[in-house]
């Protein structure tokens, strides 16, 4: 505040001042010239949280108090009034996607989403089917059996199950089921980094790759982790998924199939002899051919799972 101090006697149009008068005249506040982000880039797990903070300076280059409006522009996730941020269900990079402003100053971040969604109550499943299971066959599976409809579960014996159970339309089932559909939409969404359409690539690094009709599988494939433990693939195929007889998926450098995901807009086929690895979640119908080894999951979010003398754990 200004005070100013006029003498005895000075007037003023329509003002008789008297001995003392006192003007007063507020500083206007400073305007934000510009505003910076802390982190000045930011990479977080799919559902993870960060509080971001902003500074903002004057035309000066003094530091002054701004209360920023946040914002996310181009996807990522989320972000509170007060710079809270959570990140969302989609993997992949997203420029100078969270925003923090003060009248014409504004201040960016660029975000990297990791990892997959969890798979809530699926989790402890090894095979999960839409409509129903069915098994012929000595076929051996560790982790639970279940089916989230009435359709039922046949063939368990002569199959066996161990460290899970079954769980024909339970509740147990239906809440697979919830984790089935959360995760596959989530895996859907993925940025797609490679369109592996048409290609025969046999070592792959960790990315996520796009299939825009069917995948077929023959011979060999190797994941190279580049050894990190937690390296993250994903397979998005829009039709069918088959595998030739003994092909393989086979991990390197790191890679581990808890990892791996393929998720299918259709069918699942494993061909006999085939060594697969990764977390199966298809629309429709899986098949596990005889002699068909899988570490991972079968999860139908639609359809049925359909097994031949073939062995199913979940993956360490």
């Not at 005249?25 to 982000?37: F, L």
Request: charged share 10%; glycine share 14%.
């Amino acid at each position: 505040m200004k005070i100013s101090r006029f003498p005895t006697g000075v007037a003023f149009t329509g003002l008789a001042v008297g001995a003392l008068l006192l003007v007063t005249a507020c500083d206007k506040t400073s305007a934000a010239e510009s505003i910076s982000i802390t982190p000045v880039s930011l990479t977080q797990p799919m559902n993870g949280t960060y509080q971001f903070s902003a500074t903002a300076r004057d035309s000066k280059g003094v530091v002054i108090a701004v209360s920023p409006t946040w914002s996310v522009t181009a996807g990522g996730g989320t972000i509170s009034a007060n710079g809270l941020f959570i990140a969302g269900e989609r993997p992949g990079t997203f420029p100078d996607t969270v925003r923090a402003s003060s009248g014409t100053a504004v201040g960016t971040v660029t975000v990297t989403v990791t990892g997959v969604p969890s798979l809530g109550g699926a989790q402890s499943f090894a095979i999960l089917g839409g409509t129903s299971v069915a098994n012929k066959g000595t076929s051996a599976v560790t982790g639970s059996v279940g089916v989230s409809s009435s359709g039922g579960i046949t063939g368990y014996p002569p199959g066996t199950i161990s460290n899970g159970a079954l769980h024909p339309g339970d509740q147990a089932a239906s809440a697979a089921r919830e984790g089935v559909v959360y995760a596959y939409q989530a895996l859907n969404d993925a940025q797609c980094t490679n369109d592996f359409s048409g290609q025969t690539g046999r070592t792959l690094k960790p990315a996520v790759y796009c299939f825009l009709s069917t995948a077929q599988l023959s011979g060999d494939v190797v994941l190279d982790g580049q050894n990190d433990p937690n390296a993250i693939f994903i397979f998005q195929i829009k039709s069918t998924l088959t595998t030739l007889g003994g092909s393989r998926v086979l991990l390197a450098n790191g890679a581990q199939a808890k990892n791996v995901y393929w998720q299918v807009g259709g069918s699942v086929t494993l061909g006999r002899d085939t060594a697969f690895a990764g977390n199966i979640l298809a629309a429709a119908d899986i098949t596990l051919n005889r002699g068909a080894m899988l570490s991972g999951r079968a999860l139908a979010r639609d359809g049925a799972v359909l097994a031949d003398s073939s062995n199913v754990s979940l993956p360490e």
